[in-house]
């Protein structure tokens, strides 16, 4: 006991440590706010800067990016309806409202506070259920990780519009874009057309840019004269009252986007469109309906994606599985510098799995410091007039698209996605699920093929998995559920209920 609290103890004590914990939050805040500068690319390029350090200074350093690249994607998502990462797609369903409607310091503020609040909550899972949190994440097949990636498009296309069927299709062209490229089993071309440049897909960052930057920026043009909405900077930190209200959905949501977070191969961006639609479906009578600049529509990706960076160390300390895209680049870190993550590390050297805690519970703390400081600079930015923000938006959107790969192919990608996604608002087409299917196509594609083939490649018997794992069955069941939820007969079967 006394070796464990020495060790949370040690990036405490340390100046050096701490310093590098507050530097790499306050990097990581504005790094995720800029679209196109993800998280996983800035922890990729620390590998090579850092890899001559000691383990503690290069964690700290690695810890603090993450923590703060996951918090700073709302920054944009709210002021520009850009989200700076995938994770804050949800964000923006609610928070970019609040902004239109002059609330954009209130909607920051709020986001900071449960963003420390959800971060906490993952944080202490990891401290105290990492062991039982694993063993639940190791039940999942690779049908159930398939029904959990239909599960998310059906979610968003749901929760995105009132045609259910119109999500659905959008969530598959996003699937179908995902799918473009070198098939992954086969090395065979899918949808190239025989072009070479389609060879490698299409970058998700530039459709994600494309779809929300570029399309929002057009739409835009359409009140090009009308005057900025003049920002109300009151009350930045939200009243004790206003958090204990929402405090029930933010504790319900952290604990959704822990245990989504410690699924291997999902990640933060999952977890808040999950926890949004379990907020608008347990929100009764909400002050501002749901994407019209809700509160709760703030509160539930926010708890929820940054409950899910404790959620994604669950997987990679205890049995050696990166939960995410991050978690996977920190593994190599720690293979880098001689440690091998797993079970061994938790039993041979519990000092580092202590240590780790204590440098995500401080790049949380510094979350909300640096979090609620410029906030009346940041909200400048949607009092811009439109001639100037419209450029703006288009410039930060190029670089965004060109910073991934340095390639002038992907800019063009961003454009065209763009204007196509500028088509699909005026018709009423959610754009979400068309994000969230690139995302996931890789996660369905892989699962698929791994269900089939390990049931003989016989759909009967894959069938018959699901119907005897409880878990598979509860997945499925929850599918069948967002099906029947959007047809008449749920309606009359509800209606007579109430007669």
Same mark, same amino acid.
């Not at 005057?227 to 930190?237: D, E, L, S």
């Not at 083939?453 to 069955?473: A, F, H, K, N, Y």
């Not at 069948?480 to 749920?490: G, M, Q, R, V």
């Given at each position: 006991?006394?070796?464990?609290?020495?060790? *949370?103890?040690?990036?405490?004590?340390?100046?050096?440590?701490?310093?590098?914990?507050?530097?790499?939050?306050?990097?990581?805040?504005?790094?995720?706010?800029? @679209?196109?500068?993800?998280?996983?690319?800035?922890?990729?390029?620390?590998? &090579? %800067?850092?890899? &001559? =350090?000691?383990?503690?200074?290069?964690?700290?350093?690695?810890?603090?990016?993450?923590?703060?690249?996951?918090?700073?994607?709302?920054?944009?998502?709210?002021?520009?309806?850009? @989200?700076?990462?995938?994770?804050?797609?949800?964000?923006?369903?609610?928070?970019? @409202?609040?902004?239109?409607?002059?609330?954009?310091?209130?909607?920051?503020?709020?986001?900071?506070?449960?963003?420390?609040?959800?971060? *906490?909550?993952?944080?202490?899972?990891?401290?105290? *259920?990492?062991? +039982?949190?694993?063993? /639940?994440?190791?039940?999942?097949?690779?049908?159930?990780?398939?029904?959990?990636?239909?599960?998310?498009?059906?979610?968003?296309?749901?929760? &995105?519009?009132?045609?259910?069927?119109?999500?659905? /299709?959008?969530?598959?062209?996003?699937?179908?874009?995902?799918?473009?490229?070198?098939?992954?089993?086969?090395?065979?071309?899918? %949808?190239?057309?025989?072009?070479?440049?389609?060879?490698?897909? #299409?970058?998700?960052?530039?459709?994600?840019?494309?779809?929300?930057?570029?399309?929002?920026?057009?739409?835009?043009?359409?009140?090009?004269?009308?005057?900025?909405?003049?920002?109300?900077?009151?009350?930045?930190?939200?009243? =004790?009252?206003?958090?204990?209200?929402?405090?029930?959905?933010?504790?319900? +949501?952290?604990?959704?986007?822990?245990?989504?977070?410690?699924?291997?191969? +999902?990640?933060?961006?999952?977890?808040?469109?999950?926890?949004?639609?379990?907020?608008?479906? #347990?929100?009764?009578?909400?002050?501002?309906?749901?994407?019209?600049?809700?509160?709760?529509?703030?509160?539930? @990706?926010?708890?929820?994606?940054?409950?899910?960076?404790?959620?994604?160390?669950?997987?990679?300390?205890?049995?050696?599985?990166?939960?995410?895209?991050?978690?996977?680049?920190? $593994?190599?870190?720690?293979?880098?510098?001689?440690?091998?993550?797993?079970?061994?590390?938790? +039993?041979?050297?519990?000092?580092?799995?202590?240590?780790?805690?204590?440098?995500?519970?401080?790049?949380? !703390?510094?979350?909300?410091?640096?979090?609620?400081?410029?906030?009346?600079? /940041?909200?400048?930015? #949607?009092?811009?007039?439109?001639?100037?923000?419209?450029?703006? !938006?288009?410039?930060? &959107?190029?670089?965004?698209?060109?910073?991934?790969?340095?390639?002038?192919?992907?800019?063009?990608?961003?454009?065209? /996605?763009?204007?196509?996604?500028? %088509?699909?608002?005026?018709?009423?087409?959610?754009?979400?699920?068309? $994000?969230?299917?690139?995302?996931?196509?890789?996660?369905?594609?892989?699962?698929?093929?791994?269900?089939?083939?390990?049931?003989?490649?016989?759909?009967?018997?894959?069938?018959?998995?699901?119907?005897?794992?409880?878990?598979?069955?509860?997945?499925?069941? *929850?599918?069948?559920? $967002?099906?029947?939820?959007?047809?008449?007969? =749920?309606?009359?079967?509800?209606?007579?209920?109430?007669?």
């Amino acid at each position: 006991m006394m070796d464990a609290i020495q060790a *949370f103890l040690i990036p405490l004590l340390e100046p050096r440590l701490l310093g590098l914990i507050a530097i790499g939050t306050f990097a990581g805040i504005y790094v995720g706010a800029i @679209p196109g500068l993800s998280v996983t690319m800035a922890v990729s390029i620390l590998i &090579s %800067f850092t890899f &001559s =350090w000691e383990v503690y200074p290069a964690l700290a350093l690695m810890i603090g990016i993450y923590m703060g690249g996951v918090y700073g994607g709302s920054r944009t998502a709210i002021l520009l309806n850009i @989200p700076g990462a995938p994770a804050a797609i949800a964000t923006a369903l609610d928070g970019f @409202p609040m902004a239109k409607k002059g609330l954009a310091g209130e909607a920051i503020g709020i986001a900071t506070v449960v963003s420390f609040i959800g971060g *906490f909550i993952g944080i202490f899972a990891l401290a105290a *259920f990492a062991p +039982t949190l694993s063993d /639940f994440a190791l039940r999942f097949q690779p049908r159930d990780y398939f029904m959990l990636g239909v599960l998310g498009i059906l979610l968003v296309g749901s929760l &995105s519009g009132e045609s259910l069927v119109k999500g659905i /299709f959008a969530g598959a062209l996003g699937i179908g874009i995902g799918a473009v490229g070198m098939d992954p089993l086969t090395f065979t071309e899918r %949808f190239t057309f025989g072009i070479d440049g389609l060879r490698g897909g #299409v970058s998700f960052i530039a459709v994600m840019i494309g779809m929300f930057g570029i399309s929002e920026g057009l739409m835009q043009l359409h009140t090009v004269n009308t005057p900025a909405v003049k920002q109300k900077i009151g009350r930045i930190i939200p009243s =004790w009252a206003q958090v204990r209200r929402h405090l029930p959905l933010g504790l319900q +949501t952290s604990t959704i986007g822990t245990v989504i977070g410690a699924l291997p191969g +999902t990640g933060g961006d999952i977890a808040a469109l999950i926890a949004y639609d379990h907020a608008k479906r #347990v929100t009764r009578n909400p002050e501002v309906p749901f994407g019209q600049g809700a509160v709760e529509g703030l509160v539930a @990706p926010e708890t929820a994606n940054n409950a899910a960076v404790g959620g994604a160390f669950i997987p990679m300390l205890t049995l050696g599985i990166p939960g995410d895209a991050v978690t996977a680049i920190i $593994i190599g870190a720690l293979f880098i510098h001689g440690l091998n993550p797993g079970p061994l590390l938790m +039993t041979s050297q519990p000092d580092m799995f202590w240590f780790i805690v204590s440098s995500l519970v401080l790049a949380n !703390i510094f979350i909300l410091i640096f979090g609620l400081t410029g906030i009346r600079f /940041f909200v400048k930015i #949607v009092e811009l007039p439109r001639a100037v923000l419209l450029p703006a !938006i288009l410039l930060l &959107s190029v670089v965004g698209a060109y910073a991934v790969n340095n390639s002038l192919t992907d800019v063009y990608w961003m454009l065209g /996605f763009g204007v196509f996604g500028y %088509f699909m608002k005026l018709y009423g087409y959610p754009l979400g699920p068309v $994000i969230l299917g690139v995302i996931l196509s890789r996660l369905l594609d892989d699962n698929w093929r791994r269900a089939i083939i390990s049931d003989l490649e016989s759909p009967v018997r894959l069938m018959q998995g699901i119907l005897t794992s409880p878990l598979s069955l509860a997945l499925f069941a *929850f599918i069948l559920l $967002i099906f029947l939820s959007k047809t008449p007969l =749920w309606g009359l079967i509800f209606r007579r209920k109430q007669t």
